[in-house]
């Protein structure tokens, strides 16, 4: 029997799930698995829970938000690396957040705290495979998106590469407006690719702060044909005050999730520590072991660049969490970068795209060309190795000096998306 949690109307008795008054304390500090580097899928990793208590995104190419911290690391027990083929378990989320003209701070947590969430899947197995994580964002209550559309915008389809989803949390702008959360929810269930393999867990976040029954779809059938596909239906109301609308937690109720309730303007709490300015070096270091290729390759690495200028402009916290998350398993960037899509299988040989590299790697023949790819992938994994037993050193550094009690957007995310993995067959 699950332990019912006072911090989210879901886990309260029948009568306190629609009162008022809801308590919130702090998240609890889980741990969070090492990343398996690529290259050795033999290399043991131990399974813990995770929590978090760090930062959800920092950005791409738009002005930014907010700042927050990494999350720890550990090690953990064995897994394969992840696999772009279709059979391989995947982790499904999808990310619909109000944008309407009171939405600013939903909007800025979102931005600055994928990252946490991101960490805290790290080290995740089914069936002692390592899942796919892939992340959709849709906004909603916008009066700029068409009324045709329901003022419901798909800002990007499900995607691993985060750097891509990071950059359409940075694209959004909040204006007017109604939210109709039944269509939005029916548009995520209809237009996103949603896997239908036993192996995957399909989850939806819907955020925002009016009434839930807005528009003329209803929200009952759009959370009941969800749920039918699989889907798990959580709700993040972000009102404030003592209000409940009654349809936030109907809608968890009927997609088999939780009704969460969060504080949209809450700031994480980041604490310095002697190993930030070096966690930070390490990320640039990480940088100079990407190879751009194909049309992408240029655009890709600018925008990993920007990602980082954004996240530093942001404070340390934002910094430190996007520097953990390339040590990820889940930071893929295939699309633009050789030594992932060589791992991938995207690309089967470098030879294959020596015409799109840039400057004096086209006039390496065959062999010096394989070796300087080996190269960079061997300081990438080294240098991501150093990064996690920093990030660790910093976790232990900072255990217990923490007084974060805010309920923030990745604090909802990080504790039932866990609770719900694990039901679903997955070891966090």
């Known amino acids: 029997m699950t332990t019912r949690d006072t911090r989210w109307p879901s886990d309260l008795d029948e009568e306190a799930e629609r009162g008022p008054d809801q308590t919130h304390t702090s998240a609890t500090a889980l741990r969070i698995p090492a990343r398996k580097q690529r290259a050795s899928p033999g290399r043991a990793l131990e399974t813990v829970l995770l929590a978090s208590t760090a930062a959800l995104v920092a950005a791409v190419a738009w002005p930014i938000a907010t700042q927050s911290h990494a999350a720890p690391l550990s090690p953990a027990a064995a897994f394969t690396p992840p696999s772009a083929k279709a059979s391989a378990p995947r982790i499904q989320l999808a990310l619909l957040l ?98 239908k393999d ?37 709700t993040v109301n972000c009102a404030g005050g003592s209000s409940w609308d009654a349809g936030w937690q109907e809608a968890a109720d009927v997609g088999g999730g939780k009704a969460l309730r969060i504080d949209q303007n809450a700031v994480a709490v980041h604490i310095e520590s002697p190993y930030d300015a070096k966690i930070q ?20 690495l600018a925008n990993q660049a920007a990602q980082d200028a954004n996240s530093v402009r942001y404070g340390a916290g934002s910094s430190i969490s996007r520097a953990a998350a390339k040590s990820s398993m889940h930071y893929d960037n295939g699309s633009w ?41 061997a300081e990438r994994e080294t240098l991501q190795e150093e990064m996690r037993e920093l990030q660790q050193k910093r976790a232990d550094y900072v255990s217990g000096k923490k007084s974060d009690e805010a309920n923030r957007l990745d604090t909802a995310i990080v504790e039932s998306l866990t609770e719900q993995a694990v039901a679903a067959g997955f070891t966090l």
Do not use: C
């Open 337 to 377: 970068d050789l030594v992932d899509a060589l791992e991938n299988g995207d690309v089967e040989d470098a030879s294959e795209v020596r015409d799109s590299l840039a400057g004096d790697l086209k006039g390496l023949d065959d062999e010096a060309l394989r070796e300087h790819v080996e190269q960079k992938k």
């Open 198 to 234: 036993d192996n995957v867990f399909r989850v939806l976040y819907i955020a925002g702060n009016e009434g839930f029954d807005q528009g003329s779809v209803d929200f009952r059938r759009t959370v009941a044909r969800a749920k039918a596909e699989g889907i798990v239906v959580n």
């Open 281 to 300: 070096a390490l990320s640039s270091k990480i940088n100079d072991t990407y190879i751009g290729y194909g049309s992408l390759g240029a655009t890709g």
């Open 98 to 195: 109000d944008t309407s003209s009171s939405m600013d701070g939903l909007i800025d947590q979102a931005r600055a705290q994928l990252w946490s969430v991101v960490n805290t899947l790290d080290g995740a197995t089914f069936s002692g495979e390592a899942p796919r994580l892939e992340i959709a964002v849709y906004e909603y209550g916008n009066d700029r998106l068409a009324s045709r559309d329901g003022y419901i915008r798909q800002v990007v389809a499900f995607s691993s590469e985060l750097d891509r989803v990071s950059e359409g949390l940075f694209s959004l702008t909040t204006a007017g407006g109604d939210e109709y959360a039944g269509q939005a929810i029916g548009r995520a269930v209809d237009e996103l690719a949603w896997a």
